[in-house]
T-cell receptor
């Protein structure tokens, strides 16, 4: 069974700080990695994807991937109260590319 | 509003009822999915369809019956459900099959919040 692990939180950070969200996965052959944001009562929304080791930046968001250690992280710079949501980590295999495995999510609270 | 539309948004049903959830995607994708989201649990993949063909049934009980008449529409037929089936049911789609990085991203609908009494 492929597993994706996340700390459920809540992670509380003050406005303007950097929020760091972490995710580990069990399947070494995983190839694609995603971060989804889910506001309460809403559906998940894709915010970042990463495929290669290293960092990928998009605005205030930076995704980091380390395949050797099997972890992927999301950094949110200059956190805003509107970033308060649950962040879901998802991984996608190589041979079973239709299967996306999700973590249970980390709840982030950004305090004004 | 996203390119994936789900109806109804909320559904309350008794254990003896029969109901259907509907999903339509306007993104030109060719893969569609049903996911179940329960409180404090990871999203659970239920079914996957590629070009209208079912490619994944993740050991889902037979009281859930999917139907995919074409690449744009997906249904989930429900009958004799149990209270533990109460959850948020999410439909998703992706541009699939080419396996090029960047084409396998999931786009979700708004979900159907299902309550089984």
């Amino acid at each position: 069974q492929k597993e994706v692990e996340q700390n459920s939180g809540p992670l509380s950070v003050p406005e303007g700080a950097i929020a760091s969200l972490n995710c580990t996965y069990s399947d070494r052959v995983s190839q694609s990695f995603f971060w989804y944001r889910q506001y309460s009562g809403k559906s998940p929304e894709l915010i970042m994807s990463i495929y290669s080791n290293g960092d990928k930046e998009d605005g205030r968001f930076t995704a980091q991937l380390n395949k050797a250690s099997q972890y992927v992280s999301l950094l949110i710079r200059d956190s805003q109260p509107s970033d308060s949501a649950t962040y879901l980590c998802a991984v996608n295999g190589d041979s079973d590319f239709n299967k996306f495995y999700f973590g249970s999510g980390t709840k982030l609270n950004v305090k004004p | 509003e996203t390119g994936v539309t789900q109806t109804p948004r909320h559904l309350v049903m008794g254990m003896t009822n029969k109901k259907s959830l509907k999903c339509e995607q306007h993104l030109g994708h060719n893969a569609m999915y049903w996911y179940k989201q329960s409180a404090k649990k990871p999203l659970e993949l239920m079914f996957v369809y590629n070009f209208k063909e079912q490619t994944e049934n993740n050991s889902v009980p037979s009281r859930f019956s999917p139907e995919c008449p074409n690449s744009s529409h997906l249904f989930l037929h429900l009958h004799t459900l149990q209270p533990e089936d109460s959850a948020l049911y999410l439909c998703a789609s992706s541009q699939d099959h080419r396996r090029d990085r960047g084409f396998e991203k999931l786009f979700f609908g708004s979900g159907t919040q299902l309550s089984v009494l």
